[in-house]
């Protein structure tokens, strides 16, 4: 496991936007793949987007498609996931995860299971 630092997050108007961050340390950075994960009470956790920074390849789940973005920023060894266009359906709150399997659009698709570092939570509220 390594250790994940989120931040940013808060509240935000419909059609306004947020910026996350999740740091982690150099080697956690240059050799694992990253995830944005969101959870409502009551509902099933929702991968977001993915980055692997070493790859540099994205990944988007249909429901933020062209809304949301991810990239990283290697001077402070950070994943970002920037959020514009918010929706009222985009509460919730937000996890940065960690995981050594390759980024890819089959992992968005499970809940989380795979990624075994997570960062504490932030709250997003739109």
């Known amino acids: 496991q390594v250790q994940l630092v989120e931040s940013g997050g808060g509240s935000a108007e419909a059609g306004g936007s947020l910026k996350l961050s999740c740091a982690a340390s150099?080697?956690?950075?240059?050799?694992?793949?990253f995830g944005w994960f969101r959870q409502v009470p009551g509902k099933e956790r929702e991968g977001v987007a993915l980055?692997?920074?070493?790859?540099?390849?994205?990944y988007w789940s249909d429901s933020v498609e062209g809304r949301f973005t991810i990239w990283q920023d290697d001077a402070t060894t950070s994943v970002i996931l920037y959020m514009d266009g918010l929706l009222p359906e985009d509460t919730g709150m937000y996890y940065c995860?960690?995981?050594?399997?390759?980024?890819?659009?089959?992992?968005?698709?499970?809940?989380?299971?795979?990624?075994?570092?997570w960062g504490q939570g932030t709250q997003v509220t739109v």
């Open positions: 150099e080697d956690a950075y240059r050799t694992l793949c």
């Open positions: 995860a960690a995981t050594r399997r390759n980024c890819g659009d089959w992992l968005l698709a499970t809940d989380g299971a795979d990624f075994n570092s």
């Open positions: 980055l692997a920074p070493s790859r540099g390849k994205p």
